[in-house]
Nanobody
Framework: QGLLVESGGGLVQPGGSLRLPCAAS????????MGWYRQAPGKQRELVAT???????NYADSVKGRFTISRDNAKTTVYLQMNILEPEDTGVYYC??????????WGQGTQVTVSS
């Protein structure tokens, strides 16, 4: 177990920042595309950001310009830097690793709450 482990969640005021790390198993990190998803209360899980093994990134329109996904190959960790947080960003954030449509993994999630 523990192929993907998220952390860094918590309570933050609107306008604040958080950085979420996802520690990945070294056996999959280099060959898997990585991503972040989130699920707000009463909502469906949605894409937040992804990064391919080649470094191509993709962001949801709602977070573009505020969030940044990055990879540290030496630490086999993917990060989600979240700036200018809004209450609408509240939710459980999940790390994802996908090699192909038949081989993917999910972390347990970390709670992010944006509130004054």
């Amino acid at each position: 177990q523990g192929l993907l482990v998220e952390s860094g969640g918590g309570l933050v005021q609107p306008g604040g920042s958080l950085r979420l790390p996802c520690a990945a198993s070294g056996s999959i990190f280099s060959i898997y595309n990585m991503g972040w998803y989130r699920q707000a209360p009463g909502k469906q899980r949605e894409l937040v950001a992804t990064m391919t093994t080649a470094g191509r990134t993709n962001y949801a329109d709602s977070v573009k310009g505020r969030f940044t996904i990055s990879r540290d190959n030496a630490k086999t960790t993917v990060y989600l830097q979240m700036n200018i947080l809004e209450p609408e960003d509240t939710g459980v954030y999940y790390c994802n690793a996908q090699k192909n449509r038949f081989d993917d993994y999910w972390g347990q999630g970390t709670q992010v709450t944006v509130s004054s």
